[in-house]
């Protein structure tokens, strides 16, 4: 249909322009060019249903992959409903890739049977593609080796020789890079580099940097038990937090002390300590309100991290009424904060209160709460690739509690996309193995639960 079609001329498309009413558009496109719902449906991947109410503003139209679809099958410029050109949305999206959204795992439109695994079967080929390379072979992945910590660990520092030299500002671009290795959860690379790393602070206190030693160590450390608990090495974590926070009492300040006892409140959770875990977060939370020796943004934002860690025990062990009454301190400690800060390598502030309340929900049986709580959540605005993919993770196991196989699924997908290391963990391999039941109805989840090594 071309665009001398009187159709464009008509008093009820330029209404339908005039309010942008991409639905009415599409109808009155489909029906000038003599073409049913159920035809255009078998082109779009969508059923006849879904497209009537779509076309009535019954349900929302904001797919960009459908309005692609539809623009090329009834002839509509491109622009009319809302796409960029073509050939900016190349720039965009060079891969041409299909990402996961909001509104697609949390829309009506995932309810369509046919949309859904035609979406499931290009986002589970993209990831592969983006992951592994278009040409590569699938293998369960490696578990990084952290050898090289339990060496020095046990005091075995000959293994790491002090490169470069320890000086300040080597140490603190030590710490940043361990950091940064998290946040993008490079986690091969961090455990290959944190035992020099941590060499190389401890080595700093002997050239007349105590107090920067203390501290850097102690980070390091603290950087070192978050690793192992996403590698499922609680033993580890163990050791490192309490080298954590015998490095950060022996000279750092105050937010390094409390974020040491936030990581030993984490090692004691998980080895099924949940009382102590709670009070040691709590406790160093209240610790920190007298402390007036550090600035307040950094000191608000490491008490709230402590609150909502302790919240998120206190539901581990299924304390419904303390996990929300945590939940509320960590809520108005945000709230004083006032945005989302990132300091220090962790991130605190009213999204990360919500992700914790996502994992609350949870833990404590509500799926459907859990959820409600993702929707309030745009991932793509969270600060770093391992808060994505937590987002992502914990919105799976939401499904997966739910029942709902395919979101679960769609959820760990764009979890993978956000950090392809963050997946490998026990917990996303365990739903992994249990979505393998769907096979038939989940395309490319067996390459996935590979990807994974949940069939390893």
Same mark, same amino acid.
């Given at each position: 249909?071309? &665009?001398?079609?009187?159709?464009? +001329?008509?008093?009820?498309?330029?209404?339908?322009?005039?309010?942008?009413?991409?639905?009415?558009?599409?109808?009155?496109?489909?029906?000038?060019?003599?073409? %049913?719902?159920?035809?255009?449906?078998?082109?779009?991947?969508?059923?006849?249903?879904?497209?009537?109410?779509?076309?009535?503003?019954?349900?929302?139209?904001?797919?960009?992959?459908?309005?692609? &679809?539809?623009?090329?099958?009834?002839?509509?410029?491109?622009?009319?409903?809302?796409?960029?050109?073509?050939?900016?949305?190349?720039?965009? &999206?060079?891969? $041409?890739?299909? +990402?996961?959204?909001?509104?697609?795992?949390? $829309?009506?439109?995932?309810?369509?049977?046919?949309?859904? !695994?035609?979406?499931?079967?290009?986002?589970?080929?993209?990831?592969?593609?983006?992951?592994?390379?278009?040409?590569?072979?699938?293998? @369960?992945?490696?578990?990084?080796?952290?050898?090289?910590?339990?060496?020095?660990?046990?005091?075995?520092?000959?293994?790491?020789?002090?490169?470069?030299?320890?000086?300040?500002?080597?140490?603190?671009?030590?710490? &940043?890079?361990?950091?940064?290795?998290?946040?993008?959860?490079?986690?091969?690379?961090?455990?290959?580099?944190?035992?020099?790393?941590? %060499?190389?602070?401890?080595?700093?206190?002997?050239?007349?940097?105590?107090?920067?030693?203390?501290?850097?160590?102690?980070?390091?450390?603290?950087?070192?038990?978050?690793?192992?608990?996403?590698?499922?090495?609680?033993?580890?974590?163990?050791?490192?937090?309490? +080298?954590?926070?015998?490095?950060?009492?022996?000279?750092?300040?105050?937010?390094?002390?409390?974020?040491?006892? !936030?990581?030993?409140?984490?090692?004691?959770?998980?080895?099924?300590?949940?009382?102590?875990?709670?009070?040691?977060?709590?406790?160093?939370?209240?610790?920190?309100?007298?402390?007036?020796?550090?600035?307040?943004?950094? !000191?608000?934002?490491?008490? $709230?991290?402590?609150?909502?860690?302790?919240?998120?025990?206190?539901?581990?062990?299924?304390?419904?009424?303390?996990?929300?009454?945590?939940?509320?301190?960590?809520?108005?400690?945000?709230?004083?904060?006032?945005?989302?800060?990132?300091?220090? $390598?962790?991130?605190?502030?009213?999204?990360?209160?919500?992700?914790?309340?996502?994992?609350?929900?949870?833990?404590?049986?509500?799926?459907?709460?859990?959820?409600?709580?993702?929707?309030?959540?745009?991932?793509?605005?969270?600060?770093?690739?391992? !808060?994505?993919?937590?987002?992502?993770?914990?919105?799976? +196991?939401?499904?997966?509690?739910?029942?709902?196989?395919?979101?679960?699924?769609? @959820?760990?997908? @764009?979890?993978?996309?956000?950090?392809?290391?963050?997946?490998?963990?026990?917990?996303?391999?365990?739903?992994?193995?249990?979505?393998?039941?769907?096979?038939?109805?989940?395309?490319?989840?067996?390459?996935?639960?590979?990807?994974?090594?949940?069939?390893?």
């Amino acid at each position: 249909m071309d &665009n001398t079609h009187p159709i464009w +001329r008509s008093a009820a498309m330029r209404d339908a322009l005039a309010h942008r009413d991409a639905g009415a558009i599409v109808r009155l496109a489909r029906r000038a060019a003599d073409i %049913t719902l159920a035809e255009l449906g078998k082109q779009v991947g969508y059923t006849a249903a879904s497209l009537s109410r779509m076309e009535r503003g019954k349900q929302p139209m904001r797919d960009m992959l459908l309005l692609q &679809n539809l623009a090329a099958c009834l002839d509509i410029p491109p622009h009319l409903l809302g796409l960029a050109p073509q050939q900016q949305r190349a720039a965009s &999206n060079p891969a $041409g890739a299909t +990402r996961v959204s909001t509104q697609t795992l949390f $829309g009506e439109e995932g309810d369509d049977p046919v949309r859904r !695994r035609k979406l499931l079967a290009g986002l589970a080929g993209v990831t592969t593609s983006a992951v592994l390379g278009p040409s590569a072979a699938v293998h @369960a992945p490696a578990q990084p080796s952290l050898s090289g910590l339990e060496d020095l660990l046990l005091h075995r520092q000959h293994i790491h020789p002090v490169t470069p030299d320890p000086t300040p500002s080597a140490v603190t671009a030590a710490v &940043n890079a361990s950091r940064g290795d998290f946040s993008a959860c490079r986690y091969d690379t961090l455990a290959r580099a944190l035992p020099a790393r941590i %060499t190389l602070a401890q080595a700093l206190g002997a050239h007349g940097h105590s107090e920067q030693a203390a501290t850097a160590v102690a980070e390091l450390y603290t950087t070192a038990t978050r690793l192992c608990i996403k590698l499922g090495e609680d033993g580890l974590a163990a050791v490192t937090a309490d +080298r954590a926070l015998t490095a950060a009492l022996g000279g750092a300040d105050a937010l390094t002390v409390a974020e040491a006892h !936030r990581m030993v409140s984490s090692a004691w959770r998980r080895q099924g300590h949940h009382a102590r875990a709670t009070d040691v977060a709590v406790t160093a939370a209240q610790q920190l309100t007298a402390d007036r020796t550090t600035e307040i943004t950094e !000191r608000l934002s490491v008490q $709230g991290n402590l609150y909502a860690t302790a919240a998120y025990t206190a539901a581990k062990q299924g304390d419904r009424h303390t996990a929300h009454a945590l939940i509320a301190e960590a809520e108005a400690t945000a709230g004083q904060l006032g945005h989302d800060a990132l300091l220090r $390598g962790t991130v605190f502030g009213h999204s990360q209160v919500l992700l914790h309340q996502v994992s609350i929900s949870h833990l404590l049986g509500d799926a459907g709460q859990a959820i409600e709580h993702a929707r309030l959540i745009d991932p793509s605005a969270l600060p770093t690739a391992e !808060r994505q993919a937590r987002y992502w993770i914990d919105v799976a +196991r939401a499904f997966d509690q739910w029942g709902k196989p395919d979101r679960c699924y769609r @959820a760990l997908l @764009a979890a993978e996309q956000a950090a392809p290391q963050e997946v490998r963990r026990g917990s996303v391999q365990i739903m992994a193995a249990h979505l393998m039941r769907h096979d038939r109805t989940l395309p490319g989840v067996r390459v996935f639960a590979h990807r994974v090594g949940a069939l390893a």
